[in-house]
């Protein structure tokens, strides 16, 4: 079955500084790649999501990259604030499966 | 307002005890999910159900079951049979399985 590693487990920013964050998954058959983001003691919230056929996605400050070939894609957080403190976690799925594959997570701090 | 509502927040279960989590959503969403969250891990599948009266185990469904009798519900029941119960319950909803929304969660704790 699917397997998703993320990398690193913490992060440490300078405010205004960028964070990225990497995820490599195993099943070539995955197809939909999401991004979430957890502040202490609530449930994930999705940030940004992208689909295999499409190579980069941007949303303000937040980016995401996918390399097909690689099996990795990758959130990009620029002019980071201290609100962006918060763990991501990166994920995976392939059509009407319906079992999203979350990687281990990231806990990110921005210092300010 | 839309959203999905989990209650209670915190919950304590005594040995050989049943306990169920609720999970209400008013998004008029088709899928449901109930994931668990271990500390310092990602979230894992435990069951998931497409459509009212229809559900499937996720990746650890043992020892807890479910129910989908109405489109806005999907309960999670831990059993006895759950020997490591301890945990953050999330329940999630979706149109189609892409975009899950999230509720903000159930503590588990065994006393």
Same mark, same amino acid.
């Not at chain 1, 979430?36 to 940004?48: D, N, R, S, T």
């Given at each position: 079955g699917e397997n998703v590693e993320q990398h690193p487990s913490t992060l440490s920013v300078q405010e205004g500084d960028s964070a990225v964050i990497k995820c490599t998954y195993s099943d070539s058959a995955s197809n939909y790649f999401p991004?979430?983001?957890?502040?202490?003691?609530?449930? !994930?919230?999705?940030?940004?999501?992208?689909?295999?056929?499409?190579?980069e996605k941007k949303d303000q400050r937040i980016a995401v990259t996918l390399n097909k070939t690689a099996k990795h894609f990758s959130l990009h957080i620029?002019?980071?604030? !201290?609100?962006?403190?918060?763990v991501y976690f990166c994920a995976a799925s392939w059509d009407s499966s319906y079992k999203l594959i979350f990687g281990s997570g990231t806990r990110l701090l921005v210092r300010p | 307002d839309g959203g999905i509502t989990q209650s209670p927040k915190y919950l304590f279960r005594k040995e050989g005890?049943?306990?169920?989590?609720?999970?209400?959503?008013?998004?008029?969403?088709?899928?449901?999910?109930?994931?668990?969250?271990?500390?310092?891990?990602?979230?894992?599948?435990i069951y998931y159900s497409q459509i009212v009266n229809d559900f499937q185990k996720g990746d650890i469904a043992e020892g807890y079951s479910v129910?989908?009798?109405?489109?806005?519900?999907f309960?999670?029941?831990?059993?006895?049979?759950q020997k490591n119960p301890t945990a953050f319950y999330l329940c999630a909803s979706s149109m189609g399985g892409e975009k899950l929304f999230?509720?903000?969660?159930?503590?588990?704790s065994v006393l």
């Open positions: 991004w979430y983001k957890q502040e202490l003691g609530k449930g !994930p919230q999705l940030i940004i999501d992208i689909r295999s056929n499409v190579g620029t002019e980071t604030q !201290p609100e962006d403190s918060a | 005890q049943n306990v169920t989590l609720s999970c209400e959503q008013n998004l008029n969403h088709d899928a449901m999910y109930w994931y668990r969250q271990d500390p310092g891990q990602g979230l894992r599948l129910s989908r009798e109405k489109k806005e519900s309960p999670l029941t831990v059993t006895s049979a999230f509720g903000s969660g159930t503590q588990l």
